[in-house]
């Protein structure tokens, strides 16, 4: 059992930057792949960016590509997300997700976090 909780978010302007962290609890973090998501209000829940066990295999969405970076610390059990340069576009509730597969879909994350909300303002 994995349990995460996000961090991070909050308003900010346009142009500007968050940086969002997942803690997760137990001794098995470092096993799982993990993902960022998001979902705007009326939007299905989209895929961000996802790295692997050992900190390689990073992938990200073509809308984030160039702004966002995932890094993660296993020693803290803590993934995280660098998001610069933020756009209105951006703004949604941005959840963490754990898989034990190379893979963007979230019906292949097994854990999640509650999520934390990010709001990008003009």
């Known amino acids: 059992q994995v349990q995460l909780v996000e961090s991070g978010g909050g308003l900010v302007q346009s142009g500007g930057s968050l940086r969002l962290s997942c803690l997760a609890s137990g001794r098995t973090f470092s096993s799982f792949a993990m993902g960022w998501f998001r979902q705007a209000p009326g939007k299905e829940r989209e895929f961000v960016a996802r790295?692997?066990?050992?900190?390689?295999?990073?992938m990200y969405a073509d809308s984030v590509k160039g702004r966002f970076s995932i890094s993660r610390d296993n020693a803290k059990n803590t993934v995280y997300l660098q998001m610069n340069s933020l756009k209105l576009e951006d703004t949604a509730v941005y959840y963490c997700?754990?898989?034990?597969?190379?893979?963007?879909?979230?019906?292949?994350?097994?854990?999640w976090g509650q999520g934390t909300q990010v709001t990008v303002s003009s």
């Open positions: 997700a754990a898989t034990r597969f190379d893979t963007v879909v979230a019906g292949s994350y097994i854990y």
């Open positions: 790295i692997g066990w050992n900190g390689g295999n990073i």
